[in-house]
Structures are given as C-alpha cells and as structure tokens.
C-alpha cells in the first residue's frame, strides 16, 4: 500500500554509516578502501521502525580486489542485540560497493569492520550517539 511504501521510504533515510570503516588487514594498504558515493542499501525493518527500535550492527567485512564485499565472508561482528537489525545489515552489505584498497599500486582484497547505524528520528538515540550525551 502506499502508506507502508511512504513508510519506509522514510525508514531508509534513517540508516547512516560511519564515515570510515576500520581497517583489519595485517598488511595495510598504501590507499584504504573507500565507500562508493550514493545512497547506502541499508532497510530499516519497517515493523523496527514503526516501533523506534534503534541499534547499531558492525560488520566483518572482506572486500575483494574490485571493492566488492565477498558474500561468504560478510558476518556480524558486534550485534545490535536485535536479530532482526543484524540480519537487515547483513542484507544491505551485499550491495555495498567501495573503491579497491592499493598496495604498492595494485588492488588488493582486505578486511574492514563497517559500522551500520539504524536511527528513528523520532528516537531517542543511543548513549553512545553523540546526540544523546549530555554536555558537562
């Protein structure tokens, strides 16, 4: 129906992710790897959302030599402590792209932890956001 689809039209702004993913690599790169600009794939569940169930899932990513996420090895590697949140992260990652890692001036795959942030903006926000501390 059109409500549930301006529904979550409106859940789909509401998801973010850091602006840098963590490298995990051993061997790090000369260039990091880089999320491709655009939207993010991430759905916020619309039953989550309607509920203003908030969380953040990290994901233990592998980036192939293109930038691409290797489906395989994509795993949640700090829950949200919903089921539900992680499993929409992990969904959403498969059709991440990023620009190649470069090691001495060829791609390589690498490892990254990607944090994925599922915000309501009618929620109250997480006390690790940094809109929900309260100022000394």
């Known amino acids: 129906t059109r409500d549930r689809q301006a529904r979550e039209a409106a859940a789909a702004d509401t998801v973010r992710a850091a ?5 995990m690599d051993s061997v790090l790169a ?3 790897p880089e999320i491709q600009p655009g939207a993010l ?3 916020y569940p619309a039953a989550l959302y309607e509920k203003r169930v908030e969380g953040n899932v990290t994901l233990h990513l592998f980036l192939d030599a ?6 395989d090895s994509t795993r ?29 001036g060829r791609r390589v795959g690498m490892a990254i932890l990607f944090p994925v942030m599922f915000r309501h903006p009618g929620g109250k926000g997480l006390n690790q956001d940094s809109t929900a501390r309260k100022a000394p």
């Open 19 to 23: 602006d840098s993913a963590s490298i």
């Open 30 to 32: 000369d260039v990091d």
């Open 41 to 43: 794939p991430f759905r």
């Open 66 to 71: 293109a930038g691409m996420p290797v489906a």
């Open 76 to 104: 949640v590697h700090e829950s949200s402590g919903n089921a539900i949140l992680d499993s929409a992260a992990i969904a959403g990652s498969r059709e991440l792209r990023f620009r190649a890692a470069v090691r001495e």
